[in-house]
């Protein structure tokens, strides 16, 4: 009895120590989108347009190579020097897109603002991942007239996807891998991925077991998804979020074994050792068009979307302040 209850006792610590975050979740009406939020809104569904409104991976090569140049377009306008990790590729090549905003005091300690851009076979990918795209290009807007300690980087990744997704030739994989070569001390890394779906229906949100006991049944929340060993990243991220935000917000720290919790760019950063979570709206566990043709831009919310933006990016100032 005695080896039970302290089995039972073990198991009740872990969970605790999985969903408890600091703050509180946003509940009740949202306020009205500020004049800000609704030009935020439009430029979001722009760019979500541009890039994810047709298949673009592998298996289409030129659509791929459209929704990069978009992006390089869109942070070249932005006035960022725009920079390419190139990656051979049955005899061609694709790339990671990346540009950087020079941190002053604390340069040499970098955040990481990822998310990858090539849609699953078979799927337009609008919010899987354009919402994640569209939300980088504008996070980078957002900020490039701050000043922060830390060194930013906004990364669009390629090949996220099967048959690449986790295996050595994601296009996270290489860039990780390069930061870890590099000796370059990456303090957090963010993976928006699938951001864009929201439900206010009831049972609209299902979860892996046992996380269900814990969370919220209505698909109205963003999530920040960390493993075990990034938890303190988790909490810094998501009190931060809760300070700016007067959105619903729901945080785990859970093992990478847990189905959902190691889905995405964020899990080529924890094979070197860096600390990094997802964000996310939590992909199949809400939304019903997830992998399929009918994953087009119409089905993101924009406002709800504009929202997150803006709560992320007092976030990430806050980080990058080292505050």
């Known amino acids: 009895m005695l080896f039970w209850l302290t089995v039972a006792a073990a198991i009740a610590l872990l969970l605790w120590y999985m969903v408890k975050v600091p703050g509180i979740s946003y509940t009740g009406a949202l306020e009205p989108l500020t004049a800000e939020e609704k030009l935020l809104a439009d430029r979001l569904g722009r760019h979500v347009g541009a890039i994810a409104s047709r298949e673009h991976n592998f298996m289409h090569p030129v659509a791929l190579e459209a929704a990069a140049r978009y992006i390089e377009t869109a942070f070249e306008d932005l006035g960022y020097g725009v920079a390419a990790q190139r990656i051979p590729r049955d005899g061609t090549e694709v790339r990671n897109i990346e540009i950087e905003l020079s941190g002053g005091a604390r ?3 970098i955040i990481v603002v990822g998310a990858h851009y090539d849609s699953v076979v078979g799927a337009v990918g609008a919010n899987d991942n354009g919402s994640g795209v569209a939300a980088l290009i504008e996070l980078a807007r957002l900020l490039r007239e701050s000043k922060p300690a830390r060194s930013v980087r906004f ?11 986790h295996g050595d030739q994601m296009g996270s994989r290489f860039y990780a891998r390069r930061s870890k070569a590099r000796g370059e001390n990456i303090v957090a890394m963010f993976s928006l991925e699938t951001i864009g779906y929201y439900s206010d229906e009831l049972d609209s949100q299902r979860y892996p077991f046992p996380l269900s006991f814990f969370y919220p049944k209505t698909g109205n929340f963003i999530a ?6 990034s938890r303190a990243l988790l909490h810094e991220v998501i009190a931060g979020f809760r300070r700016h935000a007067r959105f619903p917000s729901e945080g785990a720290a859970a093992p990478a074994l847990l189905p959902g919790v190691d889905w995405s760019d964020h899990w080529s950063f924890w094979k070197e050792g860096y600390p990094a979570l997802m964000v996310t709206d939590t ?9 399929t043709m009918q994953d087009t831009p119409d089905k993101v919310d924009y406002e709800r979307l504009a929202r997150v933006v803006t709560g992320l990016n007092g976030m990430l100032r806050d980080l990058a302040q080292g505050e």
């Open 107 to 109: 340069a040499k300690e």
């Open 224 to 229: 920040f998804v960390s493993n075990l060993s």
């Open 155 to 165: 990364v669009a990744f390629v090949d996220e996807e099967p048959p690449f997704y």
């Open 283 to 291: 992909a199949l566990y809400r939304y019903p068009h997830y992998h």
